[in-house]
């Protein structure tokens, strides 16, 4: 089942796909799965633009609606956004001016870009007001509305992912949307009158994912060989999409996603749609009525591409969360690795070397002569003076200087002769 959280939280941002990683940096080798996607496209080129008289001049109800003037109707197949001309009005009570319709489908053949989709679960077709009539720098009659259609279906993505510091991030690298011919058809179904019933009634409405009351078989996707010869032979390329859960899903949007424009009060008496595509269409701004808050979401986005994205990939990732299936990937342990650079102790090993050396050869010589090793100790000078050789340089060394010295005398300060030597 799909979980139902916050659609509106989902429009904002994603949920983050579940992962277990005990060291919190792991990899996990290229997988495939099933999942939901999002493709938006503008078909403003297809509003056709239409000019009408009346009270129905606007697509938000009012109390008082009582203004019959002309208006300007922009339509595509499900939706419109219609105003009255003129400037941008928000002081007249009698009736409301409208910024931005949307409505849903869920039958592809009636959508304006999405014809040809097989694994659609719902199409959003939303149309905005310009910026300029919105600021009151153009008429209604002048403006050009932006229709964007947005579609959520089913599709088979290939991802790579990778967690660093418990954080996971995760690219798809390719997606494939190819429904496996014969599945998700009618089952045999008692309830109908007729055993062809079921696939006419499919024929007739094209492709849907969404039946009421017919039982299907399960939705089957494929990654043909074809077109993935570059992912690795281990991945799966068949998935399988029950029933229940394709149902579950869609009825689920579909509720939430509702917003005609029914009271509150039932003693209210506004305005109702007719019964055509556009019922169940939903406007902005609104007051006191079920309005969904997908309609706020819709009218905040700066990027309706981006917002739909999130949307994909929130329901995608709520849906592997829940699976009991689970991928393995590889788990990584940090390892200390240290690496010496020997070049640059040569020097300081060589003077530790040529050091021990010393010292050894310094023991050595000082056992074979049997002498007492003092090293730098002032003792043995003061206890036995130098000996003969060394008193006998110093001599000479001193008489050397003696006779270069000159001597004379030379009276003190008190008339004293004193002996002076002269350099």
Not at 99 to 118: D, G, I, L, P, Q
Not at 135 to 143: T, Y
Not at 204 to 227: F, M
Not at 289 to 295: D, G, L, N, R, Y
Request: charged share 20%; aromatic share 12%; net charge negative.
């Amino acid at each position: 089942m799909l979980p139902q959280s916050p659609v509106e939280q989902t429009l904002a941002s994603n949920d983050a796909i579940g992962a277990e990683c005990s060291t919190g940096n792991c990899t996990w080798p290229v997988f495939t799965s099933a999942a939901v996607c999002s493709s938006c496209e503008n078909v403003s080129h297809e509003i056709v633009r239409r000019e009408f008289f009346g009270r129905n001049g606007t697509n938000i109800p009012s109390f008082s609606n009582f203004y019959n003037e002309s208006y300007i109707k922009f339509e595509l197949p499900y939706a419109n956004i219609r105003n009255y001309k003129g400037f941008l009005n928000t002081t007249d009570d009698r009736f409301k001016p409208t910024y931005m319709t949307a409505n849903t489908t869920v039958y592809a053949n009636r959508t304006v870009a999405f014809k040809e989709s097989e694994t659609l679960l719902m199409a959003f077709l939303m149309m905005q007001t310009p910026k300029e009539w919105l600021e009151g720098r153009m008429k209604w009659e002048d403006a050009e509305p932006v229709a964007t259609e947005c579609a959520l279906y089913f599709c088979a993505n290939a991802y790579e992912a990778k967690s660093e510091n418990n954080l996971v991030t995760e690219s798809i690298l390719d997606t494939w949307v190819h429904k496996i011919p014969g599945s998700y058809v009618a089952k045999n179904n008692t309830k109908l009158y007729e055993p062809d019933a079921g696939a006419a009634w499919i024929k007739s409405v094209g492709s849907t994912l969404y039946d009421a009351k017919i039982d299907r078989t399960d939705l089957q996707l494929r990654i043909p060989e074809e077109e993935s010869e570059h992912l690795p032979s281990h991945v799966l390329r068949e998935f399988n999409v029950s029933h229940a859960f394709t149902f579950s899903a869609i009825d689920f949007l579909l509720d939430y996603t509702k917003g005609w424009l029914q009271p509150l009060n039932p003693s209210q008496n506004l305005p109702k749609s007719p019964p055509d595509e556009t019922w169940g269409m939903m406007g902005s701004p609104f007051w006191s009525t079920s309005q969904s808050a997908v309609m706020d979401a819709l009218m905040n986005s700066t990027n309706l591409t981006v917002t739909f994205n999130n949307v994909a990939r929130s329901i995608t990732n709520q849906i592997r969360n829940s699976s009991p299936d689970r991928h393995r990937g590889e788990l990584k342990h940090w390892v200390i690795h240290v690496q010496v650079d020997w070049v640059y102790l040569v020097y300081p090993l060589a003077m530790l070397i040529a050091g021990i050396i010393y010292v050894v050869l310094t023991i050595f010589e000082s056992r074979r002569l049997k002498m007492p090793v003092w090293k730098e100790s002032s003792m043995p000078t003061l206890l036995h003076g130098f000996d003969d050789e060394t008193q006998t340089l110093l001599r000479s060394e001193f008489k050397a200087s003696q006779r270069k010295m000159l001597v004379r005398f030379m009276e003190d300060e008190n008339g004293y002769q004193r002996l002076v030597a002269q350099q």
